[in-house]
């Protein structure tokens, strides 16, 4: 009981973890398995079928594609957005700044239906044709507030030290810029775009509301629980994972070294 009560945060925290990756894992077994019916809900056989012909299901790929379209502009559009929003609100004093800080955080907080309502409404009343460049849209307004709060953290722990010693040494407004306060800023850039680009692929209320005939991927696989879950759903989706885990793992080494590196010797 002693040794419980000493360590109770780590056996709670890898509990936690362990509850996160468990659908994780279960989604890369039944990627290896050969269903006997149409739904991939029980084990029936191990085989790569699926693996080896992932785009084997009839217009899967497409709306793959089509969500990863989508999730790249619209991390493109909310992260450029989102860090300039950021940097204005950390250094610089301006009316209504407080509300502005209010109001970036309404789409983190309203319910995603709500959202998805007032968007649809819009569009409406604009005689805008629901489709691509709306689910654009909505998928860069929601993700704007994620990648603003990420970067305007990472601001606001900066040393403005650094850059007036950019300034003193002569370097102009965007070498200082390009030098000093770009790649401070940069981890908390990526972590914005790497939140908005999940945010976004993942999404499905929002697009639900505004995608017209317009199929994404997440759209396609809750059209596919209706009729049959194919495997191949699950092999997107171990590759999906595999591909954030090595990303998660090379940032962490290359953090790892670069410390070392600054490290005196």
């Known amino acids: 009981m002693r040794w419980i009560r000493r360590n109770l945060v780590v056996v709670a925290g890898l509990l936690t973890l362990a509850y996160l990756i468990v659908p994780n894992i279960v989604v890369m077994v039944f990627s290896f398995n050969k269903p006997a019916g149409r739904f991939n809900y029980s084990w029936q056989e191990f085989s790569t079928d699926a693996w080896k012909d992932p785009c084997g299901v009839a217009d899967m790929c497409e709306s793959l594609t089509l969500s990863l379209q989508i999730a790249l502009w619209a991390t493109v559009g909310a992260t450029v957005l989102g860090a300039m929003i950021a940097f204005a609100l950390v250094r610089y004093r301006f009316r209504a700044r407080g509300t502005v800080n209010s109001l970036i955080f309404l789409p983190m907080a309203m319910p995603e239906v709500v959202m998805a309502a007032s968007l649809l409404t819009l569009f409406l009343n604009l005689g805008v044709q629901l489709g691509f460049w709306t689910i654009l849209i909505a998928h860069t307004m929601f993700c704007l507030s994620f990648v603003v709060v990420a970067v ?3 601001v606001m722990s900066m040393d403005p030290r650094l850059e007036e010693a950019a300034r003193d040494l002569y ?6 810029f390009l030098r000093v306060t770009l ?4 981890p908390g850039i ?7 680009f999940a945010l976004s692929f993942d999404d499905f ?4 509301f505004n995608s017209g005939n317009t199929v994404t991927f997440p759209m396609f696989v809750w059209g596919s629980a209706q009729r049959g879950t ?4 699950n092999v997107i989706g171990t590759a999906m994972f595999a591909v954030a885990v090595l990303i998660v793992l090379t940032g962490q080494i290359v ?8 490290l005196p010797q």
């Open 152 to 154: 305007k953290a990472r």
């Open 190 to 196: 990526a972590a914005g775009a790497m939140l908005a």
């Open 183 to 186: 790649p401070i800023a940069a």
């Open 255 to 262: 953090s790892t070294r670069r410390r070392k590196a600054a």
């Open 171 to 176: 370097a102009g407004p965007a070498q200082t």
């Open 230 to 233: 194919p495997v191949q759903i």
């Open 205 to 208: 209320i929002i697009t639900n």
